[in-house]
Protein backbone atom coordinates (compact mmCIF):
# COMPACT_ATOMS: atom_id res chain seq x y z
CA UNK A 1 0.00 0.00 0.00
CA UNK A 2 1.25 3.58 -1.01
CA UNK A 3 -0.10 4.93 2.07
CA UNK A 4 -1.25 3.71 5.55
CA UNK A 5 -3.99 5.69 7.13
CA UNK A 6 -2.93 7.59 10.15
CA UNK A 7 -3.79 6.38 13.51
CA UNK A 8 -4.63 8.44 16.36
CA UNK A 9 -3.55 7.87 19.66
CA UNK A 10 -5.68 8.29 23.23
CA UNK A 11 -5.09 12.04 24.47
CA UNK A 12 -4.54 10.97 28.52
CA UNK A 13 -5.79 13.61 31.42
CA UNK A 14 -4.25 13.47 35.23
CA UNK A 15 -5.75 15.17 38.01
CA UNK A 16 -2.76 15.71 40.17
CA UNK A 17 -3.27 15.33 43.98
CA UNK A 18 -0.49 15.01 46.99
CA UNK A 19 -2.29 12.10 48.59
CA UNK A 20 -4.24 10.54 44.92
CA UNK A 21 -3.85 11.01 41.16
CA UNK A 22 -7.15 10.47 38.76
CA UNK A 23 -5.99 9.28 35.42
CA UNK A 24 -8.27 9.43 32.44
CA UNK A 25 -7.89 8.63 29.42
CA UNK A 26 -9.81 9.36 25.33
CA UNK A 27 -10.62 6.13 23.35
CA UNK A 28 -8.28 5.57 20.42
CA UNK A 29 -10.60 8.27 18.12
CA UNK A 30 -10.28 11.50 20.87
CA UNK A 31 -14.41 11.09 20.70
CA UNK A 32 -15.06 9.98 24.90
CA UNK A 33 -13.04 10.37 28.06
CA UNK A 34 -12.98 7.34 30.39
CA UNK A 35 -11.66 6.79 34.02
CA UNK A 36 -8.68 4.51 34.12
CA UNK A 37 -7.33 4.57 37.76
CA UNK A 38 -6.43 6.31 40.66
CA UNK A 39 -2.63 5.64 41.92
CA UNK A 40 -0.14 7.52 44.06
CA UNK A 41 2.28 9.95 43.59
CA UNK A 42 4.87 7.34 44.12
CA UNK A 43 3.69 5.01 41.63
CA UNK A 44 2.17 7.41 38.66
CA UNK A 45 5.24 7.04 36.56
CA UNK A 46 5.38 3.27 36.55
CA UNK A 47 1.65 3.33 36.11
CA UNK A 48 2.81 5.90 32.73
CA UNK A 49 5.56 4.04 31.40
CA UNK A 50 3.22 0.26 31.43
CA UNK A 51 0.18 2.48 29.72
CA UNK A 52 2.38 4.21 27.02
CA UNK A 53 4.05 0.95 26.36
CA UNK A 54 1.08 -0.78 25.51
CA UNK A 55 -1.27 2.80 24.19
CA UNK A 56 -0.47 5.24 21.68
CA UNK A 57 -0.61 8.56 23.33
CA UNK A 58 -0.57 11.88 21.41
CA UNK A 59 -0.22 14.20 24.53
CA UNK A 60 -1.26 14.42 27.94
CA UNK A 61 -3.53 17.36 29.39
CA UNK A 62 -2.72 17.60 33.01
CA UNK A 63 -5.13 19.96 35.52
CA UNK A 64 -3.88 23.41 36.25
CA UNK A 65 -5.60 24.30 39.14
CA UNK A 66 -6.40 28.05 39.29
CA UNK A 67 -7.84 30.60 41.31
CA UNK A 68 -10.83 32.37 40.11
CA UNK A 69 -8.97 35.19 38.59
CA UNK A 70 -7.04 32.83 36.06
CA UNK A 71 -4.16 32.54 38.35
CA UNK A 72 -2.10 29.80 39.24
CA UNK A 73 -2.99 28.47 42.72
CA UNK A 74 -1.12 27.41 45.72
CA UNK A 75 -1.49 23.87 44.47
CA UNK A 76 0.84 24.58 41.68
CA UNK A 77 3.75 23.78 43.32
CA UNK A 78 2.70 20.43 43.73
CA UNK A 79 2.34 19.84 40.31
CA UNK A 80 5.69 21.53 39.15
CA UNK A 81 7.86 19.11 40.15
CA UNK A 82 5.77 16.04 38.48
CA UNK A 83 5.81 17.69 35.27
CA UNK A 84 9.87 18.93 36.01
CA UNK A 85 10.04 14.88 36.50
CA UNK A 86 7.55 13.87 33.66
CA UNK A 87 9.53 15.79 31.02
CA UNK A 88 12.53 14.37 31.77
CA UNK A 89 11.43 11.09 31.88
CA UNK A 90 8.90 10.80 28.86
CA UNK A 91 10.89 14.03 26.77
CA UNK A 92 9.42 13.21 23.30
CA UNK A 93 5.15 12.86 24.88
CA UNK A 94 3.48 16.64 24.80
CA UNK A 95 1.63 18.34 27.75
CA UNK A 96 -1.11 20.94 27.91
CA UNK A 97 -2.39 22.30 31.02
CA UNK A 98 -5.88 22.77 30.81
CA UNK A 99 -8.01 23.94 33.57
CA UNK A 100 -9.12 21.73 36.75
CA UNK A 101 -11.60 24.69 38.42
CA UNK A 102 -14.90 23.28 40.30
CA UNK A 103 -13.71 19.42 38.60
CA UNK A 104 -13.96 17.96 42.56
CA UNK A 105 -17.52 19.62 42.60
CA UNK A 106 -18.75 18.67 39.54
CA UNK A 107 -17.34 15.07 39.99
CA UNK A 108 -18.91 14.81 43.86
CA UNK A 109 -22.18 15.47 42.32
CA UNK A 110 -21.35 13.49 39.43
CA UNK A 111 -20.89 10.94 41.62
CA UNK A 112 -23.97 11.53 43.71
CA UNK A 113 -26.17 11.81 40.74
CA UNK A 114 -25.13 8.21 39.86
CA UNK A 115 -26.67 6.67 42.61
CA UNK A 116 -23.13 5.96 44.41
CA UNK A 117 -24.13 5.48 48.23
CA UNK A 118 -23.12 7.56 51.17
CA UNK A 119 -21.23 4.96 52.83
CA UNK A 120 -19.61 4.09 49.66
CA UNK A 121 -18.80 7.11 48.53
CA UNK A 122 -16.95 8.38 52.08
CA UNK A 123 -14.45 5.41 51.91
CA UNK A 124 -13.81 5.53 48.09
CA UNK A 125 -12.01 8.89 47.74
CA UNK A 126 -10.38 7.71 44.98
CA UNK A 127 -13.37 7.92 42.78
CA UNK A 128 -13.79 11.16 43.02
CA UNK A 129 -9.94 11.97 41.56
CA UNK A 130 -10.85 9.31 38.84
CA UNK A 131 -14.25 11.28 37.80
CA UNK A 132 -11.98 14.52 37.94
CA UNK A 133 -9.52 13.34 35.74
CA UNK A 134 -12.99 12.84 33.15
CA UNK A 135 -14.11 15.88 33.54
CA UNK A 136 -10.78 17.46 32.60
CA UNK A 137 -10.05 15.58 29.58
CA UNK A 138 -13.64 16.20 28.53
CA UNK A 139 -13.88 19.33 28.72
CA UNK A 140 -9.93 19.43 27.20
CA UNK A 141 -11.81 17.56 24.27
CA UNK A 142 -14.92 20.23 24.04
CA UNK A 143 -12.75 22.90 23.90
CA UNK A 144 -10.85 21.59 21.20
CA UNK A 145 -13.78 20.99 19.22
CA UNK A 146 -15.09 24.40 19.74
CA UNK A 147 -11.59 26.19 18.18
CA UNK A 148 -12.90 24.43 14.59
CA UNK A 149 -16.39 25.88 14.74
Given at each position: MLFEL??????????YG?????IAATDPEQIIANGLD?????EIFQF???YFAKETVDKVVIGKPQNMNGEASA?????EPFVKGFKKKFPNMP?????ERFTSVLANRAIL?????????R?????????????ILQSYLESQRMKFL
Open positions: YKMGRILAIDQKRIGTVSPNLSDSMKYIIEFHDESGVKKKERENKKLVDKVSAVI
